[in-house]
Every structure is written in structure tokens, then in C-alpha cells.
């Protein structure tokens, strides 16, 4: 079982949708939790960054930890063609540890 | 601007021939590291680097060699590529290491191994 593992998609939704995406892992000591996007032909760049379980809320981005199930989803309300892009989620287990990536979910959000 | 700058974006070469990505950052960080970018498999770091002259593995580092002789600068040797080192590379860098510290990504380069 990989660490650290992302439905790839391609996920589709048109604009305005609520998109939810999802990572699960298998090291019950994560307790970081971070998301980065990736635009196309570019390098991923930190969006959300959260500690232990719980809600987090950016805009229209929520980040939503479930350490019970190992469990991790990145709610986009009112989703915009802007932010299609593939979703990296990233774990650590403590905060002076490196993260591992997970494979990443492929979004496109259509006019 | 603060970015992390790579060289070359593209490159197709053959077995065997010597090749060095160039990665630079002018934000005076401290830790810098490589990762290569294959579907399924998520990035996966090479090596990385916490200051000048320290260096050390990442989780995939055969067939790669870097070098920090400036805190600035941050190469990827690759002495002898194969077609398995296909990939899309990255050069990362952050402040500090460690989880809590955004790592700032270079936009990659695409390696071709034939």
C-alpha cells in the first residue's frame, strides 16, 4: 500500500460547482497536512497547510482532516476555470520533517 | 520577483551522455532539494540540501549526483543518464527544512532519456 494515495481523475465539474478532493494515507503519525496545486507546466505551490484534525478555511477552499479514518478532502465552493489544476496532497509527521506527495488529482472546471 | 529558476526547460539526449539542470533561487534560502515527477508515482525527492557544502539523499537517489557550493545555486548532475531517468524534474527551495515551511518549486524540466 503507497503512503500516500490521490484518485487521479481527470476530475470534470462545471463552474460553480462544489468540488471535493480526497487523499488517503496509511502513517497514523502524520499529524501536517498540506495541499498544493499544480498548474500545467508549472511547479506545484502551497495553497492550504493544516495541523491535526479539523476544519480549515481559506476563501473558497476548505481543508478538512480526518486522522480517525486517515482521511483528507479539499472542498472548493463556487469553483472557477481558474482552478483547474492537479491537487497534491502532502503529509509530514512532524513539523521539522519533509512531506511526502501524494500522486495528485487531475481538475478541470468547465465554463 | 522571488523564483527558483531551472535550465534547461527541455532536453532530449541519449544514454550515457553527460547532463547538468541548473536550479538557482534569490531568495537567500537554506534548504533546496530535487524531486522528479512521474504519473502514478507522485514527486519523489533525489536530494536535497540544508546550507552550503551539506548534501544529502533523497528517497531516489541513484544515478544522480548535486553539488551546493553557493547557498544560491543547486545543480543536478545526472553522469551517466538511462531511459529510466525519463522524468519531469524539480528544484524546490524553503527557508528552513521541514514540513511547516512552503517550498517555493521551479517550473520543472522534462528530461528525455533515449
Known amino acids: 500500500q503507497k503512503e500516500v494515495e490521490q484518485d487521479p481523475g481527470p476530475l470534470s465539474v462545471p463552474e460553480g460547482a462544489i468540488v471535493s478532493l480526497n487523499c488517503t494515507y496509511s502513517?497514523?503519525?502524520?499529524?501536517?497536512f498540506m495541499w498544493y496545486r499544480q498548474y500545467s507546466r508549472k511547479g506545484p505551490e502551497l495553497l492550504m497547510y493544516?495541523?491535526?484534525?479539523g476544519n480549515k478555511e481559506d476563501g473558497r477552499f476548505t481543508a478538512q482532516v480526518d486522522k480517525s479514518s486517515k482521511y483528507i478532502s479539499l472542498f472548493i465552493r463556487d469553483s472557477q476555470p481558474s482552478d483547474s489544476a492537479t491537487y497534491l496532497c502532502?503529509?509530514?509527521?512532524?513539523?521539522?520533517?519533509?512531506?511526502?506527495f501524494g500522486p495528485g488529482t487531475s481538475l478541470s472546471v468547465i465554463p | 520577483e522571488a523564483q527558483v529558476t531551472q535550465n534547461p526547460r527541455y532536453l532530449i539526449t541519449v544514454t550515457g551522455k553527460k547532463l547538468t539542470v541548473t536550479c538557482s533561487q534569490n531568495?537567500?534560502?537554506?534548504?533546496m532539494s530535487w524531486y522528479r515527477q512521474d504519473p502514478g508515482l507522485g514527486l519523489r525527492q533525489i536530494y536535497y540540501?540544508?546550507?552550503?557544502?551539506?548534501?544529502d539523499k533523497g528517497d531516489v537517489p541513484e544515478g544522480y549526483k548535486v553539488s551546493r557550493k553557493e547557498k544560491r545555486n543547486f545543480p543536478l548532475i545526472l553522469e551517466s543518464p538511462s531511459p529510466n531517468q525519463t522524468s519531469l524534474y524539480f528544484c524546490?527551495?524553503?527557508?528552513?527544512?521541514?514540513?511547516?515551511?512552503?517550498?517555493?518549486f521551479g517550473d520543472g524540466t522534462r528530461l528525455s532519456i533515449l
Open positions: 524546490a527551495s524553503s527557508l528552513l527544512e521541514g514540513a511547516n515551511q512552503p517550498q517555493h
Open positions: 502513517n497514523s503519525a502524520f499529524q501536517y
Open positions: 493544516t495541523y491535526s484534525s
Open positions: 502532502a503529509p509530514a509527521e512532524t513539523s521539522y520533517d519533509k512531506v511526502i
Open positions: 531568495m537567500n534560502h537554506e534548504y
Open positions: 540540501s540544508m546550507n552550503v557544502e551539506v548534501t
